[in-house]
C-alpha cells in the first residue's frame, strides 16, 4: 500500500469511499479532491493494468482537528478488507477555525475483488 493523498481541506464536501480502477475515475477524483490546492498537484502514476486506487473522504467539519487514514488492505477470502479510521478531536483539543474536509487515497496491487470497507472511529484525548 502506498500513500498518494493526504489532504485535510480538500475540495470533497461529503463522505466518501471509492475504488478507481481506471484514469478517468482517478483525475475526476483528483480534481475534487485537490481543488482548494494552488497549483493542484499532479495527478499521480498509477499503472491500471497492475494497480488501483482507495479513497476515502469525511465530508466537511466545521473545525480542524479532524482526520482519515486507511490503515490497512487486506485480501480475506473473496474480499478485499479496508479498514479506514477516522479521528476526530476530544475535549480539550486546539482546532483551527476554519473547515476542513479529510481525505486520504492510497496505490494498491489491482483486485477484481469485492471491496468491503471497515470503519472506526477514534476520538483524540487532548487533556
Known sequence: MERVLTEAYSGIDDRRR???????????F???ATTNRLPAPEVPAVDF???MVIAASMGRRGTGGYGIEIETVSQ??????VVVV?????EGCFLTQAL???VV???VPRSAA???FEERTVTQDCN
Open 30 to 32: 483528483w480534481a475534487d
Open 18 to 28: 471509492l475504488v478507481i480502477r481506471d484514469a478517468e475515475a482517478l483525475r475526476k
Open 114 to 116: 469485492t471491496v468491503r
Open 49 to 51: 493494468e497492475n494497480e
Open 76 to 81: 480475506v477470502g473473496e474480499e478485499l478488507r
Open 105 to 107: 487515497a492510497v496505490k
Open 100 to 102: 476542513s474536509a479529510p
Open 86 to 90: 477516522e479521528t476526530a478531536p476530544g
